[in-house]
């Protein structure tokens, strides 16, 4: 048995949430944040057994693709403003961080 933990952007997180009940994949989502942009995001946690992980790690990559999206910088907070970008840039977002782990141990009670 593996536990498969997804960290994805929120804006993923509804349609991978129906393709994994679709896909008879039980999950709970969690609230998370952080990253580069300090955005929201859902981190999933999929109990499965070792030879349906392939499915679910196709689901996920299915439904979380990676895309470009225009951010306003972070200014500077008493540090060197030399680099300080102050327009809009693009930076790749979405997609999904995926950790896959053994389980030892599964109770249901």
């Known amino acids: 048995m593996k ?14 949430s129906n393709a994994l009940m679709e896909h008879n994949f ?12 300090k955005s929201g995001n859902t981190t999933f946690i999929i109990g499965t057994e070792d030879i349906r992980v392939e499915k679910a790690l196709q689901v996920i990559k ?4 990676s895309r470009d999206q225009m951010v306003a910088p972070v200014s500077p907070m008493g540090g060197n403003a030399d680099s300080y ?6 930076v ?9 782990l053994p389980v030892d141990q599964f109770h249901q009670f």
């Open 62 to 65: 299915e439904n979380c693709q």
């Open 92 to 100: 790749a977002v979405g997609g999904a961080t995926v950790f896959v």
């Open 3 to 16: 536990v498969i933990m997804a960290v994805v952007q929120d804006k993923d997180s509804n349609r991978l």
């Open 85 to 90: 970008v102050p327009y809009p840039v693009e």
């Open 26 to 37: 039980r999950s709970t989502k969690l609230a998370s944040t952080g990253g580069f942009l």
